[in-house]
Each structure stands twice: as structure tokens, then as C-alpha cells.
């Protein structure tokens, strides 16, 4: 399972403690500091992540991240350590560049946490290598490529969204609750409303209901499940 980080910066003291850290959560750390360094360990071996120290001034924060991004493919994720919430002084960081953008003096557990939900996407990707194809009624889910069709028709879902089908679709005849749906989609240690769980278990079901009669039942106070209609 792909656990590699590795984390641009200058700072000694930063990224040591930085790899302790990572370490004792399992991760393994790389540390890099100049740009052509960089590029070629993301481009040779993408990593799991690329952690960035956005506090020099001089450095363009935005167009690095888009450069790693550009260096691998998919594209990395990329987490920015900033010092202030306009990003690095000279040149301020946009939202978007990174994945998810950290402010100084940085939270360790708001990190692990992106880093966790990274890995765990990585594992359920590896154990579904195995069942490329599920199948219940007329909806199949191609897991290799990622995709939805029903009756031959594509399903648009977004990938939570298809992490949440996909926990229907393996055990179609079971009930399963919020957390348990909760526990399949999102990331460890997120907090999530059990509305949001509904939220998007209704865009599912708009979806599905393009091209078939609704296939998920409400069962009240409890969860979800598939149920074959009744003609």
C-alpha cells in the first residue's frame, strides 16, 4: 500500500518533526528542497502525498503545486503548510492550488486525518482489484474504470457517492446504517451528519430513477438498502 510522503522544505526541524510524526502513523517520508529534486521523485514514483512548505516569500506556492500535479498522473495530492491564510507573503496561495491547505501553527491531527482518508482510498481500491465487476438487477458498477451504468445507460455519481453505492452493492440484501455508511465513504475521523448521508443517498437515487424505477429503500430510523421492485 502506497504510504509515501514526501515533504518540500528547507526547514530541517521541520521536517523532522514532520517524519516522526508520519512515522508513527505509519507513513514513510521522503524530504526534498530543490525544485528539479522534487519533480523527478514525484514523476519517477508518485507518492501518496506531496506535503509543500509554503512560508518562503519568494516562492510561487500556487504554481508549484500545479507543477507537481502536472509531474504526475493521476495528479498528486498536494497538502501546503501557509503561514497566514493569504498563503506565502509575496504571492498569495489560491485556494484551489492544493488539496488541502494547512495554516500555521498547523493542527498534526487535521493532517493525519487527510493523509488517513488518502490511504484508506487506496486500500479500498486495492481490495476491490479482486471483483472488477458488481452487478445487482440491472445497475453494474465497473470498479477498475470507476463507472455506473444502468440498463447500458451511464450513472453519473460523484466519487462519494459511488463509495456509498458500492457499500449498497456488495451486500445488497442488508440494511445498513448511517455509520455504516459513514464508515465506507468518508475518510477516518471525519465528522459527518447523518443528513449529509441522506443528502447524497438521495442524489443517488435521482440519479439511478433517470433510467429505472427507484432500486434503494428507506428503511425509517435504521438506513438503506437495495430492493429489487416489485412489478
Known amino acids: 500500500m502506497n504510504g509515501r510522503i514526501v515533504i518540500h522544505t528547507e526547514d530541517a526541524e521541520l521536517y523532522l518533526l514532520l517524519k516522526?510524526?508520519?512515522t508513527l502513523e505509519g507513513f514513510s517520508t521522503e524530504n526534498t528542497n530543490h525544485l528539479s529534486e522534487l519533480l523527478s521523485h514525484v514523476h519517477q514514483a508518485p507518492p501518496l502525498a506531496v506535503i509543500v512548505d509554503c512560508s518562503d516569500p519568494d516562492m510561487n506556492a500556487s504554481a508549484l503545486c500545479a507543477r507537481i500535479k502536472a509531474a504526475t498522473e493521476p495528479g498528486a495530492k498536494v497538502v501546503s503548510l501557509v503561514n497566514t491564510v493569504?498563503?506565502?507573503?509575496g504571492r498569495?496561495?489560491?485556494p484551489s492550488a492544493a488539496d488541502c491547505n494547512i495554516h500555521r501553527p498547523f493542527d498534526p491531527e487535521r493532517l493525519l486525518a487527510f493523509l488517513r482518508g488518502l490511504r484508506a482510498d487506496?486500500?479500498?481500491?486495492s481490495s476491490t482489484n479482486s471483483a472488477t465487476i458488481l452487478r445487482y438487477a440491472d445497475i453494474e458498477m465497473n470498479l477498475?474504470?470507476?463507472r455506473v451504468e444502468r440498463d447500458g445507460h451511464p450513472v453519473l455519481l460523484s466519487a462519494l457517492q459511488f463509495r456509498l453505492l458500492l457499500c449498497l452493492?456488495?451486500?445488497p440484501d442488508v440494511v445498513h446504517t448511517r455509520d455504516d455508511l459513514i464508515a465506507a465513504a468518508?475518510?477516518?475521523d471525519a465528522e459527518v451528519e447523518p443528513?449529509?448521508?441522506d443528502i447524497h443517498i438521495g442524489h443517488i437515487r435521482r440519479a439511478m430513477k433517470r433510467t429505472g424505477a427507484d432500486v434503494i429503500r428507506t428503511v425509517r430510523s435504521v438506513g438503506y438498502a437495495l430492493y429489487l421492485p416489485s412489478h
Do not use: C, E, K
Not at 493569504?86 to 507573503?89: F, I, M, Q, Y
Open 86 to 89: 493569504n498563503g506565502d507573503h
Open 169 to 171: 452493492m456488495r451486500a
Open 122 to 125: 487506496v486500500a479500498a481500491q
Open 186 to 188: 468518508w475518510p477516518p
Open 92 to 94: 498569495p496561495l489560491v
Open 144 to 146: 477498475s474504470r470507476l
Open 195 to 197: 443528513r449529509t448521508v
Open 20 to 22: 516522526h510524526i508520519l
